[in-house]
């Protein structure tokens, strides 16, 4: 299926899970997107999807408690995560946060691609790379996102696509492509766009 076709049909917020206990059963592939605290994934969902308020956007990091589903058409289910290492959550609430988020990670047997979005201005940070551990050890494919790239220098950006491009390529379940994107100015959306309608697609031939 072709990704602006995908994309252009109905999206509506389906589900959240607090809990382990509340996710729900899965019966469409799902895309995961996955990322520090403020990084950006509401935003590019709403962007992807051409919808300003589907994913709710904060600008508090760590707002976000829960795992939110969407169900894009027939194709497949967007999953939007918890964001994850910001340091000024409560130790005891940063914990079970993450605790949820690698739950669903490591057990979700319709999750066919987790997207790792990276904030472009700060490249790949520890917390990132504790993710990738995760990812790695739980067999989980991940493919790198970079998000707000607007907000560098063209001689910037593509420094920190040659660095993000180059760490992710020695990590085990990396995907080999790495996405840049700006959901502000609507930038290199239907490359990705075009990866998640390939994923659902080889899900319902069952490739």
């Known amino acids: 299926m072709n990704g602006r076709k995908l994309f252009a049909g109905s999206c509506a917020f389906v589900a959240g899970a607090a809990t382990a206990e509340a996710l729900p059963k899965g019966s469409l592939p799902e895309i995961a997107f996955v990322g520090r605290s403020?990084?950006?994934?509401?935003s590019l969902i709403n962007a992807l999807t051409g919808r300003r308020t589907l994913a709710r956007v904060s600008h508090t990091p760590g707002a976000t408690r829960q795992i939110n589903f969407f169900r894009l058409g027939e194709g497949c289910m967007l999953v939007d995560l918890p964001g994850y290492g910001y340091a000024k959550t409560s130790r005891a609430l940063s914990r079970e946060w993450q605790n949820l988020i690698f739950?669903?990670?490591?057990?979700?047997?319709?999750?066919?691609?987790?997207?790792?979005?990276?904030d472009a201005r700060r490249g790949i940070m520890p917390p990132d790379r504790e993710a990738m551990d995760l990812l790695d050890q739980s067999a989980v494919s991940y493919a790198g996102v970079l998000t707000k790239l607007d907000e560098l220098a063209k001689q910037e950006q593509e420094r920190?696509?040659?660095?993000?491009?180059?760490?992710?390529?020695?990590?085990?379940?990396?995907?080999?492509?790495?996405f840049a994107t700006s959901a502000r100015k609507a930038e290199?959306?239907?490359?990705?766009?075009?990866?998640?309608?390939?994923?659902?697609?080889?899900?319902?031939?069952?490739?």
């Open 38 to 42: 403020n990084v950006g994934k509401s």
């Open 103 to 118: 739950t669903y990670l490591r057990g979700r047997s319709n999750l066919v691609r987790a997207l790792l979005l990276i």
């Open 160 to 178: 920190v696509r040659v660095a993000s491009a180059g760490e992710l390529s020695r990590r085990t379940a990396a995907f080999p492509e790495l």
């Open 188 to 207: 290199g959306l239907e490359p990705l766009r075009d990866h998640v309608a390939a994923l659902a697609g080889a899900w319902r031939n069952g490739l």
